[in-house]
């Protein structure tokens, strides 16, 4: 049976072969960080489209150009390659399976561990000895030892930090960047026990520039938690601070500028017109939701939710305001939304603010088109949507243009120029 010292061996010589489950956003940049610092890496996804698309070098991820992927996907022949598989017992081969896979929530906003379950079943199906597991999909703390790790002793009675190695290490990826990438961007890693920590903490050495070990996985698993909710805390206090100045007739870009120049206490929030994307408006929930099972309500993370989820009603209310100014009624005006992804320069429409302002302008009968060069299209609420071919043709028809997504390809003269009616939500102009 291979001893902890003969899999650390492999990991620092990278000769380790590794499984990434979960070829999205999460897992297709950090499979080509590994591919990158010279391991062998099996992708597995049960979508077979993006098997394809990776095996042929085309990459449907932003943050990974194709000629980046193309230079280390192809058959298994050796380290530093990439093959993508729908078939786990690929499992069979390998020394490391990270699990990135989707943790959304359902419509009563609890946790839906499906995905995870799945994957977490196939992994113990393939399990063997000297293997270590690492979870990076958000989840709420408790979930690495009270959900996964039941799964894995099953197999044949291994014993965890022994006959195998699990720990979980929260993704930190913020599409759309390249300051702060998979391998610059510090990560956090906690161990079932002690051994499970060196393992995974040796493999991530490998590829990341700099490791941060915790306590534990439960440590880990709220370390995310604090990191988003952080965010949607005070993005929901800065909104709040919007609806004030309106009500008081203050600039609030003024006044957030000006509270921005405080060189301590302060951290510079903007108010907009929501959240959106695959961490804010969901993580935070994972929280108030194990809270709950523990008779304690989440108070502040409530509160934010609310005023977050509110934002979209208030900048449509806006609208209705404007076109009130120059004796037009919402109902069967043009309104053009400039931008429908969730933030600037990246494709991605999970839970735009966007979708909702167009379903509540729709909703009252306005004639609601969209243009966004980063989204030729999207489906919402059973409906299908195509960005306008011609953005300047479609800001001289519209009767109002929102400015949803500041997006750096948009030449904001133009618009300002062309638009006869402008309801800016992200004060670009």
Same mark, same amino acid.
């Given at each position: 049976m291979p001893d902890k010292e003969f899999l650390l061996q492999k990991i620092k010589n990278r000769d380790a072969k590794l499984a990434v489950i979960g070829l999205g956003y999460v897992g297709l940049p950090l499979a080509v960080a590994f591919a990158k610092n010279g391991f062998q890496v099996f992708g597995i996804d049960v979508d077979e489209g993006k098997v394809s698309a990776i095996n042929r070098g085309e990459s449907y991820v932003n943050d990974v150009p194709s000629e980046k992927l193309m230079r280390w996907t192809g058959q298994p022949t050796g380290p530093g390659r990439i093959f993508a598989t729908t078939d786990f017992s690929v499992l069979t081969q390998v020394d490391v399976a990270i699990i990135c896979v989707p943790t959304p929530l359902n419509k009563t906003r609890d946790p839906d561990v499906r995905y995870l379950i799945a994957a977490?079943?196939?992994?113990?199906?393939?399990?063997?000895? @000297?293997?270590?597991?690492?979870?990076?999909?958000?989840?709420?703390?408790?979930?690495?030892?009270?959900?996964?790790?039941?799964?894995?002793?099953?197999?044949?009675?291994?014993?965890v930090g022994v006959d195998f190695f699990l720990a979980f290490s929260p993704e930190r990826i913020d599409p759309g960047r390249s300051?702060?990438?998979?391998?610059?961007?510090?990560?956090?890693?906690?161990?079932?026990?002690?051994?499970?920590?060196?393992?995974?903490?040796?493999?991530?050495?490998? $590829?990341?520039?700099?490791?941060?070990p915790v306590s534990s996985p439960a440590a880990a698993e709220m370390t995310k938690l604090l990191e988003n909710?952080?965010? $949607?805390? +005070?993005?929901?206090?800065? +909104?709040?601070?919007?609806?004030?100045?309106?009500?008081?007739?203050?600039?609030?870009?003024?006044?957030?500028?000006?509270?921005?120049?405080?060189?301590?206490?302060?951290?510079?929030?903007?108010?907009?017109? @929501?959240? @959106?994307?695959?961490?804010?408006p969901l993580d935070p929930h994972y929280l108030s939701w194990k809270l709950k099972?523990?008779?304690? +309500?989440?108070?502040f993370i409530q509160l934010a939710g609310e005023i977050n989820s509110d934002m979209p009603r208030y900048w449509v209310e806006k609208v209705q305001d404007a076109l009130n100014d120059v004796e037009k009624p919402v109902k069967n005006s043009r309104i053009l939304v400039l931008g429908v992804s969730y933030k600037k320069d990246v494709d991605d429409v999970r839970e735009s603010p966007a979708l909702d302002i167009i379903a509540l302008l729709q909703e009252k009968g306005a004639d609601v088109r969209y243009h966004d060069p980063f989204v030729p299209?999207?489906?919402? +609420?059973g409906l299908s949507f195509t960005s306008e071919p011609n953005l300047e043709r479609a800001l001289t028809e519209a009767d109002c243009v929102v400015i949803v997504t500041d997006h750096s390809a948009y030449d904001w003269q133009m618009v300002s120029k062309r638009a006869r009616l402008l309801v800016d939500t992200r004060h670009v102009l």
């Open positions: 977490g079943e196939s992994v113990a199906r393939y399990l063997h000895p @000297g293997m270590l597991v690492i979870l990076e999909s958000t989840t709420y703390p408790g979930t690495t030892e009270e959900l996964l790790l039941p799964m894995l002793e099953q197999k044949e009675t291994y014993q300051d702060w990438t998979v391998e610059n961007t510090p990560k956090v890693v906690g161990g079932v026990t002690e051994a499970c920590l060196e393992m995974a903490t040796a493999l991530y050495e490998q $590829a990341i520039d700099r490791v941060v909710t952080f965010r $949607a805390v +005070n993005i929901a206090l800065v +909104n709040e601070i919007a609806l004030m100045c309106d009500k008081l007739g203050l600039d609030v870009w003024e006044i957030v500028d000006a509270a921005a120049t405080k060189p301590y206490g302060f951290m510079k929030f903007t108010p907009g017109p @929501g959240v @959106g994307g695959h961490c804010i099972t523990l008779n304690y +309500n989440a108070r299209s999207f489906s919402y +609420n």
